[in-house]
């Protein structure tokens, strides 16, 4: 499974973003997709997970409200629609990838980052 992550940029407090995973290789709908998130000196942090055979999600309480993963079939693509930004966004954005159906769980795939400045 191959990922390939776009849509960061600069874009100012309040405003929104849209970034996308683009995934190929996959053979079935048993998987989960997730975007992650790294700013400098902190840890990585999942934000938003989507199980694609039943569009299960789940989001952290740091984007819950704000933002919002979709998948589309026919694109085999992972959206994150951010809404609301603040600077303290700011961080190279991930997709990730892992087997079944649970959106829980170590994730073994992963696209490059993209990075998303949010400018106060």
């Known amino acids: 499974v191959q990922l390939q992550a776009s849509g960061g940029g600069l874009v100012q407090a309040g405003g929104s973003l849209t970034l996308s995973c683009g995934i190929s290789?996959?053979?079935?709908?048993?998987?989960?997709v997730a975007w992650f998130r790294q700013a400098p000196g902190k840890e990585r942090e999942r934000l938003a997970a989507?199980?694609?055979?039943?569009?299960?999600?789940d989001y952290s309480n740091s984007v819950k409200g704000r933002f919002a993963i979709s998948r589309d079939d026919a694109k085999n693509t992972v959206d994150l629609q951010m809404n609301s930004l603040k600077p303290e966004d700011t961080a190279v954005y991930y997709c990730?990838?892992?087997?079944?159906?649970?959106?829980?769980?170590?994730?073994?795939?992963w696209g490059q980052g993209t990075l998303v400045t949010v400018s106060s």
């Open positions: 290789g996959r053979t079935s709908s048993t998987f989960a």
């Open positions: 990730a990838a892992r087997r079944g159906t649970a959106v829980f769980g170590s994730y073994a795939y």
């Open positions: 989507i199980s694609w055979i039943d569009g299960n999600t």
